[in-house]
């Protein structure tokens, strides 16, 4: 029995979408998916439907690198509401406890401190995470108690930028893989004495992925409708992008097969270690696979087809 044939085209790249407000993230890789006309489609980090900014999106081959985007620094300017607790931690939830208590900028910033390098951190009952099988956020919607026990999360920067009144401060942090900003919201607010929740939030960065290279999605749309699914093409960023963060080793022409073929080849040249897991492996500027270097050998773990 023959195989079917994938639907859509064998394409591969990166997209750094500029996410609107209101829109899920799964909906907009579904019109990434339909605007390329593309057999495979994934993101890198889910944003909630009150979030905008950095959505990195891999199409075809992409996908295979998601991972090390998830593991990127992630950047994030937010504004906080002061005065009420909800349940989602975010304006799109119910309120659960008012405080008439507004803190100060000198307050708030003398508690930052508490929360920046490594903290540990509860997420919010509305969140992805999966508890005996099932999403938190489903078993939040349906009425039932959902208590997330606490993790570990770093927090390498965080900051005030601004207090536009008594009601609201905004801020930015950059933070490790895991990190949940609606909590960090709120459980700043309780620091301080009263509650809060996140009416605003931006992701500035994931990664490599920042605004300098973002595209909105109707900007696509637009393009889509002057041509074909293949003139947007040019808009896709190469699969390496994703490994911009790893070493890096440049594969001679005579070994190019054997890595094609996913076999070890052994490496030549001065500064090039005995021992490092992961690196990816280029030829001419194209990357051809991830994997490990061993006694001087690099390990081909995943192989990507000619882009």
């Not at 990166?14 to 990434?32: E, H, M, P, R």
């Not at 509401?81 to 507004?102: K, L, N, P």
């Not at 009144?165 to 905004?170: G, L, N, W, Y």
Request: with cysteine; glycine share 10%.
């Amino acid at each position: 029995m023959s195989r079917r044939k994938p639907k859509g085209r064998d394409v591969s790249g990166w997209l750094c979408i500029d996410k609107a407000v209101g829109q899920t993230s799964t909906a907009c890789v579904a019109s990434v998916k339909r605007l390329f006309d593309a057999q495979k489609v994934g993101h890198a980090g889910t944003l909630d439907p009150l979030a905008s900014g950095v959505l990195p999106i891999a199409l075809g081959e992409a996908t295979k690198t998601v991972p090390f985007v998830q593991d990127g620094a992630k950047q994030y300017r937010f504004t906080i509401t002061w005065g009420a607790d909800t349940d989602s931690d975010d304006a799109d939830g119910t309120v659960i406890a008012t405080s008439d208590i507004r803190p100060t900028r000198e307050a708030i910033e003398a508690e930052l401190p508490a929360f920046t390098g490594e903290i540990m951190q509860r997420p919010p009952a509305f969140s992805a995470i999966k508890i005996g099988g099932e999403r938190a956020y489903d078993l939040a919607r349906e009425g039932e108690k959902v208590e997330l026990a606490e993790r570990p999360v770093s927090i390498r920067r965080l900051a005030v930028l601004e207090m536009p009144d008594a009601d609201h401060a905004v801020l930015e942090a950059e933070c490790g893989k895991g990190t949940y900003v609606r909590s960090l919201a709120r459980d700043l607010a309780h620091r301080l004495g009263t509650c809060g929740h996140v009416s605003a939030l931006r992701r500035l960065a994931v990664g490599p992925f920042d605004d300098t290279n973002m595209i909105p999605l109707t900007a696509l749309i637009t393009a889509r409708e002057e041509g074909p699914a293949s003139g947007l093409d040019r808009l896709l960023m190469p699969i390496g992008m994703a490994l911009t963060a790893l070493p890096e080793v440049v594969i001679q022409r005579t070994d190019l097969p054997r890595v094609i073929r996913g076999q070890s080849v052994l490496l030549r040249g001065a500064g090039i270690p005995v021992e490092a897991d992961p690196v990816h492996a280029t030829y001419g500027g194209r990357t051809l696979a991830i994997g490990a270097i061993e006694r001087g050998e690099f390990h081909p773990k995943r192989v990507f087809k000619s882009q």
